[in-house]
């Protein structure tokens, strides 16, 4: 079977896949799996081409980066293990940050990966697992060409001043203004929308990427107008151990009134805070929803209020709202979450379906709804091997 590799590290995940090529890219995959919960402790599934189901551990100890490594080598471990046969024609990743100049898909080189490290400071949750992954299968098949999708190229038709933060013009020279990410998600969402709400998938539209990483971005006419996350993907939403936007000011005051220097803050807003820190129980939203103890409850309002309130915004970035759409591991999964952000935003029209809604139904809306509200699984898996495929010609 001759096939692409996909690999998309996301902050506590590693999915997948092998999708084979017969002069196109096949719908779905002969292979496919993830390891969820890096950061905790890590859980490989992997679904193989004669249909088995295999679920095991991974073994593994230390800082979020080795458990990503370890993550990886095990994977490798597996398909090798169960795939005999394969002919592996290409690798695609998802590479989180492709700051200005890579607003599309780019053959890989190592001349490019390098360059590709300089990000890394903007994404130190993704970035480095993405470049490794990279590097991993260099090292393992060095023949086979590899092609980066970038998370930040679907926000690249924002217009200028979505993308502007108010500094000095010769830092937004430099390129420091707002990327947005989780692009090659709202990419795939974006193009299932026609079928499953009609015509005004071409409106006002807000979809709603929730995971351990989250973020929410308007489109209209299917192309992004705004996004919540910026030069980072620290901003914006709640997260499972992120802040998103704080008050700048609470920066300056950890610096100067308690000496924290780059690196504790960093640890602060990327891994000590968001569902993790305000719970000081789990990032997990599955653990949370299921606890008893008061501080869960407040993480997971806290968690909807935010995403209530960028609502609100986005819909004015937008112009309006015709439909809002949940996606990630939470959108798809949590329905206590989707219910306590549609009662937040009923005064935008936004009514759903109790039971659709706990079914986890592709339309959640209620008959009356003004507002489209929709469950679409997200597969950023499936659009980079799309792109992968393209870029190279197969
Ligand atoms: N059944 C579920 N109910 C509630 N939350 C879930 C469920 N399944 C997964 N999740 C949440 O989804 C998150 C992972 O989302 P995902 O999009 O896979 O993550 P990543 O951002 O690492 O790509 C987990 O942290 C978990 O909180
Ligand atoms: C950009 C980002 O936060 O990605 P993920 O949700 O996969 O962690
Ligand atoms: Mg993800």
Redesign the pocket.
Known sequence: MKAVLVLNA????LKFALYPINGEVAVAPAVSGQVEGIGATPEITLKTAAGERIHEAVRTSGSQGTQHRDALDHVFQLLSAHNPNLDIAAAGHRI?HGGEHYSAPVVLNAGLVDELERFVPL?P??QPHNLRAVRAVTALMPSIPQVGCF?TAFHRTQPAVAQAFALPRRLSAEGVKRYG??GLSYDYVARQLPKIIGERAQGAVVIA?L?????MCALRGGRSMAST?GFT?VEGLM?GTRTGSLDPGVMLYLMEQKGMDAKALTNLLYKESGLLGVSGISQDMRTLLTSDAPEAKEAVDLFCYRIARELGSLAAAAGGLDALVFT?GIGEHAAPVREKVAELAAWMGIEIDAAANADHAQRIDAAGSRVAVAVVPTNEERMIARYTADALGL
């Open positions: 996301g902050s506590s995940s989180v994404a949750l993704h998370d990410f989780h990427h995971g351990n990483g989250a973020s996350m993907a997260m990630g």
